[in-house]
């Protein structure tokens, strides 16, 4: 039912209690409120008083104290540590050391005692606190005292990359930049490992290159002092292969940036590609947090999780270019070539011949040499590919080796059978390349393009050396690189010596052959210039004989006409003068020749004569023994 009057008033009344309550905590929680904020905005005015101050002591410092600035990949991060280095030694080191360093690091690779500085006038060195301790000046190791000058770029351990300034001896070495930043500390670090830093000139894909390298080499270092610290026998570097020596010839693409893993145990080795790498990283930083974390299964983790564990692959020991200018004037080659590693290493040899053939594979003689590659254009070409042998170096190949090629146009890689159990193997592989007709493109290959030959080796897991499995992956490092000091990498843009020096060796090859076939057709041409000139001579001198007759012709002919015509005209008897003319007229200039025909003229008219009869034949014998032939002879 309605409720009373009195129960509405009771209501009203309850309800103003509970606001007017309200109303009083909130005015309370206000007031407290607004000395919290009070309170909170003198501690922050004191403490931003307290840090204007430590920043002015730290600018007021700086243009006066020696100091360590850092440097980040990220630019608003760099420039915000400072270490003041004090007169006298600084420590340098973990936190755990035992006195605690003045300067205190964390992070892979900093070792308890990590560096020494020492400051005396206005001159500061450092040295390594302890054996092994990885620190780098301007991108070179340090392994004993070394003078630190204004601007020098100091890597402590895989990270901890800091500028020295030296404000009381602010000459910096020459040629160093006013500003420093992490990329230029980065590609000084990539010099002094072998690569080349200079971008001028570079084509798209060379800097896209370098650029990797750059990112790389900060990661490849973290992941060596993780397997350092976890003590895992690897070890990690960035290299550099062509794309050629990758794919074979006609990859479009250029030199690859990929990250060579070895096992320090057993020397085997592979290699990833960056984005392999990158995921294997971040399993590695995985793996290292657990162990940071105490975890002892890390210590336990099966061979198959573990993110530095590959199973064996074969490995590729070196590559050998053959280049085929050669053959776009259907010349063959022969020869033994250089096999050569990513670092330009020579790591053994390989015989190869490369020959214009027939269909079936018979090679063509020299007549098919052409002068000029345009006549190969739409003509049927076969050529053959031999290789030979090879010869290897390292004893650790031995287990097994083959080569894989390409050639142009080819889908799939062509592959020679694996010979095992020896370092001169004898592949006798032999393959003929058919093109039905050359096209422009086919011919470019052959005037401007190589066969990459790509030598393998067999890899096993082999049982690891016992020797080498009481070192720690530290020492092993340092010993691998002991071992090889003096390798480095090729530039980012070489092709190689080797390349080049096959290239050229072709080059000479087609030139010397090319010289030979000229030297040739140069002595043809001189015997048939000899020959012609001998027929010429022998034509000439018939022709002076002639001329010289004819000349004794004219000269009696004329001496006949001078002589009829000199005689009294009773004595110019014309059948006479005819005949005389007549003789000499039709006498071939040879005696022998002449006086056989007068021979047979008589002998002629003395047959005549007999047949005549008696009388006759004493009268014609008469007249014959008068005769003009019976005198001649």
Known sequence: GARSKAEIERMRKEMEEEIRAQLLANQEQMKDMDESFEEKLKRNREEQEAMGAAQANTQDRKSKDPHLVNLNEDPMLSGV???????????????????????????????????????????????????????KINGVPLTGPTTLQHLDRVLFGSNHMYVFHNPMNPKAPENTPSKIDWDFA??????HKGFDTASAGMSKEQIIAQEQILELLPMVSEVNAISEELNKHRTFEVILISGA??????????????????????GNTWLWERGKFMNRRYMIQELYQRHLDG??????IPQEE?????????????????????????????????????????????????????DKGK?????????DPQELLGKPFHFKVTIKSAEVNKAKYSKGLHIKYKSYQDEDFTSTSVIKNTLSPEFKHSRIITYPAVNEDQLGYFEHGCITFMLYGVQEDSSNDSRLMKMTTRELRQMEQLQNPGLQ????????DASEESKLRNELEVLRKKYERLEKKEKRIQDLCAEWKSKLRNELEVLRKKYERLEKKEKRIQDLCAEWKSKPVDEQQFESFWRHINAVANSSGNKLKT??????????????????????QNGSNGSINNSKACVIQ
Not at 295 to 300: F, L, R, S, Y
Not at 599 to 609: G, P, R, Y
Request: aromatic share 8%; hydrophobic share 35%; charged share 25%.
């Open 363 to 371: 090679p063509l003689d020299e007549d098919f040499f052409v002068e």
């Open 186 to 191: 980065q590609k000084e670090i990539a010099k």
């Open 245 to 266: 020596a990758m794919e074979g010839y006609g990859s479009k693409k250029g030199a690859k940036v990929v990250v060579k893993m070895k096992n320090l145990l057993n």
């Open 295 to 300: 975890d002892e299964d890390v210590a336990k």
């Open 489 to 496: 990498r090729r530039g980012t843009v070489s092709t190689g």
């Open 81 to 135: 540590i400072f270490h003041f280095i004090e007169p006298g030694e600084m420590t340098i080191g973990r936190k755990d050391a035992t006195p605690p360093p003045n300067i205190q690091l964390t992070g892979l690779s900093i070792s308890k005692q990590h560096a020494v500085i020492t400051f005396e006038g206005s001159e500061a060195t450092v040295k390594p606190g302890e054996q092994g301790a990885k620190t």
């Open 306 to 358: 573990d993110p530095f564990w590959e199973p064996p692959e074969d490995v590729l020991i070196g590559t050998a270019n053959v280049f085929l200018q050669s053959l776009s004037y259907a010349l063959d080659f022969d020869d033994k070539l250089a096999v050569t590693d990513y670092k330009g290493v020579e790591e053994g040899n390989l015989y190869v011949n490369i020959t214009p053939c027939s």
């Open 595 to 616: 006086r056989v025909e007068i021979l047979n003229t008589a002998l002629q008219s003395h047959k005549m004569a007999q047949q005549a009869g008696g009388g006759a």
